[in-house]
């Protein structure tokens, strides 16, 4: 059974640019939930989508947008990037509803130059 | 706010002998909390999960213990071994999808 797959792995832009990365969730499952990884605030929750829908947001500015599409793969897009956004962004999917089980993705090292 | 703590940065353990890591959470809406290992580049591995209404769940050399008088839970890992050498990230959950995360203590496994 296929894993939690995020591309690209590593990605490098300049500030003011947007980036998109992407996410396909184990099969089967239609949750898709996105996380910020950097060395000073941790692990922190972007959003999560559900059957296309966003059930919960965290504390990101607008620049922070997702979707997901009918076949559960989702997609993160950040726009005019700021030095600040240079992160580790994961994502995790699970078959939805309140199990334990979140599959993570191996993320995508942004860095933002 | 930082809801979910991990107090001890790291731990050193000898392979074979017990470790024990520790997480303080303040949110008391959590419904269940999980553990997760995490090695550098890579995303987090899920190890164990209790429910809020359980005080302690096993799954092999894993057992996770949750005090919810003292907003305490803590993994045992029983016997610890090499390999066990990471980052293990302790995880409060609510609402769909949304995982609240200590800031993660380092495990180190001595042969």
């Known amino acids: 059974k296929a894993g939690v797959t995020q591309t690209p792995r590593y990605l490098i832009k300049t500030r003011g640019q947007q980036v998109t990365l992407s996410c396909s969730p184990i099969?089967?499952?239609?949750?898709v939930s996105w996380y910020q990884q950097t060395p000073g605030q941790g692990l922190q929750f972007l959003f999560e989508?559900?059957?296309?829908?966003?059930?919960n947001k965290g504390n990101f500015p607008g620049r922070f947008s997702g979707r997901q599409f009918s076949n559960s793969r989702s997609e993160m897009n950040v726009s005019t990037l700021e030095l600040g956004d240079s992160a580790l962004y994961l994502c995790a999917s699970s078959s939805g509803g309140q199990n334990y089980g979140y599959t993570f993705g191996s993320g995508t090292r942004l860095t933002v130059v | 706010d930082q809801q979910v703590k991990q107090n001890s940065p790291s731990l050193s353990v000898q392979e074979g002998r017990i470790s024990i890591l520790n997480c303080d959470y303040t949110n008391s809406m959590f419904d269940y909390f999980l553990w997760y290992k995490k090695y550098p580049a890579e995303g987090p591995t899920f190890l164990i999960s209790i429910s809020s209404i359980k005080d302690k769940n096993e799954d092999g050399r894993f057992t996770v213990f949750l005090n919810k008088s003292a907003k305490h839970l803590s993994l045992h890992i029983v016997p610890s071994q090499p390999g066990d050498s990471a980052v293990y990230f302790c995880a409060g959950g609510t609402s769909y999808g949304k995982l609240t995360f200590g800031q993660g203590t380092i495990l180190t496994v001595h042969p």
């Open positions: 989508y559900f059957s296309e829908t966003q059930r």
């Open positions: 099969s089967g499952h239609r949750s």
